[in-house]
């Protein structure tokens, strides 16, 4: 393709592409979930609050598009040796590294926007979670315990929320981001298992490779386990709902669902599992979780 004759929104679209926005849709919905959680204290003590929810899902997505783009900068020639990967965008010439440089630096800046006009503490933790999130990217170079940095970057997101929202830290949203950390963690690795022959070598570290593929899916129905375990500690804290519950019971009946779809043998499965199921899980918790918050900030 003749770089010179894309237009800056054909590069765009193709930006947008090559990080999945659509999949943001992961993490926003528990971040919006410690939002409403951080709302439920005290609705009439926190001002503007349109304005606070558009500014969190703002800056959700400029870092999780900031973090992306620089993941494929970093691993695109480790993209293009391996077979899976190699018709990104980037090692398939798509895209120039100049315009994915300046896309990951616009993201960032927007992410450092939006956490300045939520309030101070926000802006002084903006720049240790976008190093974050840029760490995670060279994890897998050197740790096996990779999926667990990811599940951290995404698990800190309701807890921003959180901060968002009131400007200080309750340690009972703690809950919710190992929640996360747990669920992301779990889902990383049985993505992972389609990697393992490529990982072994190039040399790089994941649970699939240091475990093998069928020890590495008991890893991640183990840490699915946990999440559960951690979001009825979360109920418990804050001492929700039916509706609540139901969420959990939900997202329970999606990770065994989404478990059962990969075996050490069948990996035919795990896009099924790792982008369809795990979109349900988060967009479904929020909906039962929100419906359960908003009900208790009606009555009060």
């Known amino acids: 393709m003749n770089r010179s004759a894309v237009s800056f929104g054909q590069r765009l679209r193709l930006t947008l592409e090559m990080i999945k926005f659509e999949h943001s849709i992961f993490a926003l919905p528990f971040a919006l979930t410690g939002a409403l959680l951080a709302l439920r204290e005290d609705a009439f003590a926190t001002p503007q609050l349109g304005w606070k929810f558009f500014w969190i899902v703002v800056a959700m997505v400029a870092a999780r598009s900031a973090a992306m783009t620089f993941n494929r900068i970093l691993d695109a020639d480790l993209d293009a040796r ?132 069928a020890r590495a899916l008991w890893v991640s129905r183990a840490l699915h386990a946990g999440m559960l375990a951690c979001l009825m500690a979360l109920v418990a804290s804050f001492r929700l709902g039916a509706a609540s519950l139901a969420g959990v019971a939900a997202v329970a009946a999606l990770l065994a669902y989404e478990q059962s779809l990969v075996k050490p043998h069948d990996l035919s499965h795990v896009n099924t599992a790792f982008f369809t199921v795990n979109g349900y899980v988060s967009v479904l918790f929020f909906l039962f979780w929100a419906a359960d918050i908003l009900w208790f900030c009606a009555r009060a």
């Open 82 to 213: 391996n077979p899976r990967t190699a018709s990104r965008h980037l090692p398939a010439g798509l895209l120039s590294m100049r315009f994915a440089w300046a896309f990951a630096g616009a993201t960032s800046g927007l992410f450092l926007l939006a956490a300045g006009a939520l309030n101070p503490l926000c802006f002084r933790l903006a720049p240790l979670a976008l190093a974050l999130l840029f760490f995670y990217s060279f994890t897998k170079r050197f740790t096996s315990l990779s999926h667990l940095v990811l599940g951290f970057c995404l698990g800190i997101a309701p807890a921003a929320a959180w901060i968002a929202i009131r400007g200080s830290l309750d340690p009972r949203i703690l809950w919710l981001t190992t929640a996360v950390t747990l669920w992301t963690a779990g889902f990383d690795i049985i993505y992972a298992c389609q990697d393992y022959d490529f990982d072994r070598r190039a040399g790089l570290y994941s649970l699939p490779r240091r475990l093998g593929i």
